[in-house]
């Protein structure tokens, strides 16, 4: 606390009396000031105790509606969602199930007309299967003369329709014309296996996740390495560019439990996002709202705005299924819901708005991992349509009421 003392020095002198009644006036005028400053000190200081016991009591009341969520949810999720589950179920009808490969399949995408999904296999085959007819129309691989090996991602390229991409685990990309079933290239640049593929939506670019814990650019007509980006320290299986609005951008997911968002220009990273505990599997994007959607192995979802790179939500499915995995994610046309492929035999979908941990959906009925799911909109009835791919060799092909 200040204390105020004043020391008046004249160029001249003065009597006695005049000394002694500045003296006293200045020693008067010290102390109401001293007293003043001690107040507004005081006042200061109960003004700081205030502002901290209100803060604590914001903490603890927002610590406390965390927990009337949590145990209301839970309660929801232990005994109504259990009771039921039919309920949840009965949001999508399955159609059918597509028995049309000889081994785990890993990965599955609809076509920009969604009448045809591809599917990619540990069998070393890509199958493009029409919903309608159900029937396969094409089949990639699988003959000496065009052989793959076991398959971890399919994509189609999304200004050139005739092309279909798959990552293999023998270090190479594949680039195929689907209708005429020709192999275009095969592209190495990997030094391990290759997890996961996606294609830009506007330029001839495409990028690749990888074991070696690189992400590549490519432009994938001239088949030339771009760009590089080698900032994870474990593998990375997820990439996914972040549409017309974030053109130059590329968010990846590794094994080192982090996501990183390239610029593909100078390839500095732009964001680092941290929430998960495990390896982070699962990655897509919503141009509808702009959102960034990331799967863990630690059974939680993430919902980050890529305007301000903020965690927006946090999804944990472990509160439906104990001890559940998230492999990868998916976003429904339109971004209002969200499929997340489960190892726990299961496809659950997210209903983003609601930002509830109870499921809009649990779609059963696989017999091991599912690790896939792709959506659509069925041409026929115009409703929202969702195929599953599952380790069980099989995909389940279901429409939403």
Known sequence: MPNFNFTIKLDYSVDAATHQAFTEMLTFLSKVMNKVAHDQRRQYDENYRMAAEIQNLREENSRLCEEVTRLSTARIGSDVARDHTNDLEEKFVLERTIRIHDA??????????SEVVATASWDGKVNLYNLAAEEIVK????????????????????????????????????LWDHRTGRLKSQLKGHTHEVNGIDFHTSQQ?????????????????????????????????????LGRENQYYVATCSFDQKTRVFDMRDKQVVALLQMHTDEVIGIDYSSHGQVLATGSDDGSIGLWCTR?????????????????????????????????????????????????????ADLSGHTDCVFDATWGVCPQTHAKILVSASHDHTCRYWQMK
């Open 104 to 113: 785990p399949v890993h990965s599955v995408t609809m076509s920009p007309n």
């Open 139 to 174: 089949t990639l691989g699988g003959d000496e003369n065009q052989s793959m090996n076991g398959l971890y991602a399919v994509a189609f390229a999304k200004t050139a329709p005739e092309i279909v991409g798959c990552a293999s685990c023998d270090h190479s990309v594949y």
């Open 308 to 360: 301000t790179w903020k965690l927006q939500h946090r999804f944990d499915t472990k509160e439906h299924c104990k001890d559940n995995e998230v492999k990868r994610v998916s976003f429904s046309p339109g971004g209002d819901m969200l499929a997340a492929a489960c190892s726990s035999k299961r496809v659950l979908v997210y209903n983003i708005n609601q930002r509830s941990h109870v499921p809009m």
């Open 205 to 241: 670019v495409m990028c690749t996740a990888s074991d070696d814990s690189r992400v590549i650019i490519w432009d994938f007509q001239e088949g030339m390495i771009l760009r590089t980006l080698d900032k994870h320290t474990k593998q990375v299986y997820g990439a996914t560019f």
